[in-house]
Nanobody
Framework: QVQLVESGGGLVQAGGSLRLTCAAS????????MAWHRQAPGKERELVAG???????DYADSVKGRFTISRDNAKNTVYLQMNNLKPEDTAVYYC?????????WGQGTQVTVSS
């Protein structure tokens, strides 16, 4: 059983910043590949940022230079620092952990960016 709990979402004005946190627990490896996805109403869920077991990172083109994914392995926690937020970033953000052949998903945290 894998549990992922996201926090840190909220309402912020355009140009502001938020830091999302994902705490992982359960039957997991000491280090897992993890990612953040997001989904806006009426749109497909998309990959925002990912971090491999070795620490390599990748980002969607739309967030490069603004978002940073990082983790604290000792705490089984992953973060997403979001700077210079835009209204188009408004979505539910989901933490993802990769174990075996399937990903595991958190419940999501709402991020709303006002104009």
């Amino acid at each position: 059983q894998v549990q992922l709990v996201e926090s840190g979402g909220g309402l912020v004005q355009a140009g502001g910043s938020l830091r999302l946190t994902c705490a992982a627990s359960g039957t997991i490896d000491s280090i897992n590949a993890m990612a953040w996805h997001r989904q806006a109403p009426g749109k497909e869920r998309e990959l925002v940022a990912g971090i491999s077991r070795g620490g390599s990172t990748d980002y969607a083109d739309s967030v490069k230079g603004r978002f940073t994914i990082s983790r604290d392995n000792a705490k089984n926690t992953v973060y997403l620092q979001m700077n210079n937020l835009k209204p188009e970033d408004t979505a539910v953000y989901y933490c993802t952990l990769y174990k075996g052949l399937s990903p595991y998903w958190g419940q999501g945290t709402q991020v709303t960016v006002s104009s």
